[in-house]
C-alpha cells in the first residue's frame, strides 16, 4: 500500500476503512475491561492487610464492610464486572478516601466508646486525689 | 427483451461482485499493513527476522515472529490472545489456551495502544 493509496483512502473513507477503524478501537476497549477485570481480581487475592484490634469486635463493623465488598466482587459476574469495570476497580483498591472513610469510621466508635464509659461512670462530688496531694 | 434482461443482471452481479471482491481485497490489504507497522511497536526489529503485531477482530490479537536460529532452523511463533470479559486466553502456534498474567495483559494493552496510535498517524491519519 502506497502513500498515494493512503491518501485516497483518508479522502474516500471506504467501508474496509470505517470497518477496520471501528474493529481496532472496539478491540481497544474489550482488552481494556479484560486488564480492568484481571486487575481487580488480582488486587482482591491479595491478603487483606491485619489490623491492629480485634477483628471480630463487632464495633469495627465498618470495616468489615469494606473488606466484604471486595470479597464479594471476586465471584461477581464477568458481565456486571465489565459493565461496572471502574466502580468495582475504585472499591477493590481502597483509594485514600474509602481508607480515610474507614479510619473515620474507627475514630466515631472510639469517640462513641469514650462518651459512653464517661457516661456511665458517676462523676465523683470530690476529686479522690484532693488532700492526698 | 428477456436476453436484455438476464445480460443487465448478469452485469448488475458481476459487477456487485467484483465491488465485494476489491472491499475484500482492500480490508485484507489494511490488515497486512497494519501487522507491519504493528511490529514497530516493540522496537527495532533485529535483522533477519520478521514481526507482525494486529487486531485480528475485536476480540482478537495476533503476534507473529519468524526468524532463523542458530543452527539456521527457520523458527516461526504465532502467539494469539483471545479477550474475554473474565480475562485472556493465549495459544501459540495453535497449542492449548492458557491464560495470561496480568503482567503480560498490561503489557499487551500497551502494545495494543500503542498499535492503534501508529496506524491512526500512519495509515488513517486521524490524530
Redesign the interface.
Known sequence: ?NDQN?EV??KER????E???A??????V??????R???H??GSLKPTPKLPIDSTDHKYSALHTHSAVVTEDQDAE??I??NNGPAISDQATPTAETASRASDSVISTIEQQIDDIFASQTIPEKNPLEGVL | MAIKSAITMLSRYIGNQSHHEREARLYRDLMRHEARIGGTVFGEIPEGRRREFFCLDKHTWVWHEEWTDKNGQHKVLTTRYDIRPNGILKSQNGNHYQSVTLQEAERLLRAAQLYKQKIDQEIYNFA
Not at chain 1, 14 to 17: D, F, G, H, I, R
Not at chain 1, 23 to 28: G, P, Q, T, V, W
Request: no cysteine; hydrophobic share 45%; aromatic share 4%.
Open positions: 500500500m493512503l483512502l483518508r471506504p467501508a474496509p476503512v470497518q477496520r477503524d474493529e481496532s478501537r472496539e478491540a481497544i474489550l482488552l481494556e475491561s479484560a486488564v477485570f484481571l486487575r481480581k488480582e464477568p458481565g464486572a465489565e
